[in-house]
Each structure stands twice: as structure tokens, then as C-alpha cells.
């Protein structure tokens, strides 16, 4: 029995898991930020939104080995290259399945979106193989590496670009025209368009943007990781990006962020402090005890209105 007085032991159970999870939980956050982008745009849980991320770290991982047709990059254009790939790929399913599908019952959009997810991780079983891909970190090394406590540079980055990108989010749909035309629409479309706001732009721009933030995310897992596998942002994070985006309300763009963040702190407590022996993948399965107890007590999530 360990002494709950033991600082090492502290740090090993509250404060390493904390730092690791928040970590996590950013990635969490921004693919949850798509989630709720579209949903309010377009009310459509979008099962695709994972495979837009994997999508754009495989095209940086092609990019920077210079696999195929592809010259060999320097990392930085790889990531402008992904994250290029991720928007056109979404962009392209806005155009050719979503604009379609407009009128259809949702639930239609929703097994379309499923079939996209299913497509994109075929055909990136097919360009990568039945073996994962080495990712690289965007900076590799430590910030901090005491205690029991450690802290990458991917991670800081990871921190930064979340918290840029919140600020970046905020201000946009608060400031600018289009963003205000986006929520504009996802509230009204028919007055909207009355007044000369068009829906489908709209829509290309909020895929757009679901698309990038997807790729932001798929790339910042991957190089925390180190490795790529077909589909593995909806095998890894899809769940936890839905559970924070119920968290922190489906119609909350803050509040994807705040779930985010708190959705991997929890993840990360519950794997490190129950044992497997008692609970064998304890970290997912609080993650679904934490959804169903959110749908249950507050449905809207802490910061979203009844959707």
C-alpha cells in the first residue's frame, strides 16, 4: 500500500495524468470543435470528422518521406501540405455527398457521413498498407522531465495551438461578418437566404472549416503518438471528441474546448489510478459512464442550450 503522503506518488497518480490528459484533451477539443461546427450548421453529427484529421497526417507523412509522386519536404511544408489535403477532402464531401443531400431526412447525411469515414480509411489502407506509418513530433524533446511529471515540446505545442486557435474561433464568429452568416444560418436558414446569405457557400465554408480542424488535430495526435494507421483518429479519438462536445453542450463552440480538456483529464485519472485487473480499459470506459451521466443530468451539456 502506497503512502498517500509520498510526493512521487502524487505525482505519478494526479499531477502526470492531469498534464497528460489536458494534453490529450486538446487534441479531443478541436476534433469536438468540428463536431459541433457542423451540427450547428447543419445538424448532422459528422462520423467522417476523424478521418479528415488521418487523412492529413498521412498526406504530411507522404510529404515529408517523399512517398510516391510526392518530392521529400521539410516538415513544415509537410503540415501546410496535410493540413491542404484535410480541407480539400472536406470540401470535396460538402460538394458531393452533403450539398446533395441537402433536403434528405438527416439521418440519411448522417449514414452518409458514416459511408465517407469507411471510404477514406479503405483508401488509406490501400496507399499505406497493413502497417502503421512513423510520425514524426513537430519538435521532439522535453520541457519538463521531473517527479514523475513530463512535458514535450508536441505537448506545449499542442497547448498553444489550441489555445490560438480558441481565441482565433471566437473572434471570428463573434467579429466577422462570416462568421455571424454561419450562425445566421445554422439558426434560420430560409430567413437567411431571404436576405441574400447563401446556404450552400455557408456550407462549403463551415465543411472547410471542419476540415482544417480536423487535420490541425489529426497531425498534433499523430506526432504525439509517432505513429499512423488507417482510421486511427476514429478508432482513437472520435469517441472521446463526441463525448466532449456533448460535455461541454453540441451548440457550444466553447464549450467543445472546456469538454475537450476536461474529457481527457478524466480519461487519463481513470487509466492511471484503476487498476486494469478491476476494470480492464478503465480510461474509455469512464469516458461512456461520463456520457450517459451528462445525457442523463444535462442533456444540453454545461455550456449549450437544449439542441
Do not use: H
Not at 4 to 18: F, Q, S, Y
Not at 266 to 286: D, F, K, M
Amino acid at each position: 500500500m502506497r503512502e498517500p503522503v509520498d510526493g512521487m506518488v502524487l505525482a505519478l497518480d494526479l499531477v502526470a495524468p492531469t498534464v497528460q490528459g489536458a494534453i490529450q484533451g486538446c487534441v479531443y477539443g478541436l476534433l469536438g470543435l468540428g463536431l459541433v461546427l457542423l451540427y450547428k450548421s447543419n445538424k448532422v453529427f459528422n462520423f467522417a470528422q476523424g478521418e479528415f484529421g488521418t487523412t492529413a497526417a498521412f498526406a504530411t507523412l507522404f510529404a515529408v518521406s517523399g512517398t510516391g509522386f510526392l518530392p521529400q519536404m521539410p516538415l513544415w511544408l509537410a503540415v501546410l501540405f496535410g493540413l491542404f489535403i484535410g480541407v480539400l477532402v472536406a470540401l470535396v464531401v460538402e460538394r458531393l455527398v452533403v450539398r446533395p443531400l441537402f433536403n434528405a431526412p438527416k439521418v440519411t447525411l448522417v449514414v452518409a457521413t458514416a459511408g465517407v469515414a469507411l471510404l477514406l480509411i479503405a483508401v488509406q489502407g490501400f496507399m499505406q498498407g497493413a502497417e502503421p506509418g512513423n510520425f514524426p513530433a513537430l519538435r521532439a524533446g522535453d520541457v519538463v522531465n521531473a517527479g514523475g511529471v513530463r512535458l514535450t515540446w508536441q505537448g506545449v505545442i499542442i497547448i498553444f495551438v489550441l489555445a490560438v486557435l480558441a481565441v482565433a474561433a471566437a473572434l471570428f464568429f463573434s467579429r466577422t461578418r462570416t462568421g455571424t452568416a454561419i450562425i445566421a444560418v445554422s439558426q434560420e436558414p430560409t430567413a437567411t437566404s431571404l436576405v441574400g446569405i447563401s446556404v450552400a457557400r455557408t456550407s462549403m465554408l463551415t465543411w472547410g472549416l471542419a476540415g482544417f480542424l480536423g487535420a490541425v488535430a489529426g497531425i498534433l495526435l499523430s506526432g504525439t503518438l509517432g505513429l499512423i494507421a488507417p482510421g486511427s483518429l476514429t478508432g482513437l479519438a472520435l469517441i472521446p471528441a463526441f463525448t466532449a462536445a456533448v460535455f461541454g453542450g453540441m451548440t457550444s463552440l466553447p464549450g467543445a474546448f472546456l469538454g475537450g480538456v476536461v474529457i481527457g483529464v478524466i480519461e487519463q485519472l481513470a487509466s492511471a489510478n484503476i487498476p486494469t485487473e478491476y476494470l480492464p480499459g478503465s480510461g474509455r470506459v469512464t469516458l461512456f459512464v461520463a456520457l450517459l451521466l451528462v445525457l442523463l443530468v444535462r442533456p444540453q451539456g454545461l455550456l449549450g442550450k437544449t439542441a
